[in-house]
């Protein structure tokens, strides 16, 4: 099977400090949180292509926490770290995201996993930012390459392991 890369909708709202991303996956939604929650997959498929992903804290359960960070050329380039709120398994994701960078701009991010027709995925994360400064310092920060490198990485993976 070879990987169908979809298009990432990336929504700013413009009367509260939100982003909402939507995207589909030709895959089951138990694989798309699979690979959201098993470490070992996770840091194969988030973020651009020019970054390795090296996780150094990772307990996926309700209540527990994560950190990674994105190397290039051997070296640390950013540092990312929060909680898992809520996990419930093949649906939903609640967590904490937050740029060891921007320590006060913690975002509070929903993702949940909707299956759609031909057992595909459409997943849905709702980011919740502190205020619009730091809402519009994501989105230019070059979050949408990460985003879309990112998910395209992660179709390939998902094919592959279909």
């Given at each position: 099977?070879?990987?169908?890369?979809?298009?990432t909708e990336i929504l700013a709202d413009?009367?509260?400090p939100t982003i909402r991303l939507v995207r589909d996956f030709d895959a089951a939604p138990e694989q798309v949180f699979r690979a959201h929650i098993d470490p070992e997959l996770y840091a194969q498929w988030v973020g651009p292509h020019s970054v390795t992903t090296r996780i150094t804290r990772w307990d996926a359960r309700s209540g527990g926490?994560?950190?990674f960070a994105n190397d290039r050329g051997g070296e640390e380039i950013a540092a990312f770290h929060g909680s898992f709120h809520e996990v419930r398994p093949d649906e939903?994701?609640?967590w904490t995201f937050?740029?060891?960078?921007e320590p006060d701009g913690v975002a509070l991010e929903t993702l949940t996993l909707e299956e759609i027709e031909g057992g595909r995925t459409r997943l849905r994360v709702l980011s919740v930012v502190p205020d619009f400064a730091t809402r519009d310092g994501m989105?230019?920060?070059?979050?949408?390459v990460g985003i879309n490198e990112g998910y395209a990485k992660l179709d390939a993976l998902l094919a592959k392991e279909a």
């Open positions: 099977m070879t990987a169908t890369t979809h298009e413009d009367k509260v926490e994560w950190a939903r994701i609640v937050t740029y060891d960078g989105l230019s920060s070059g979050m949408d």
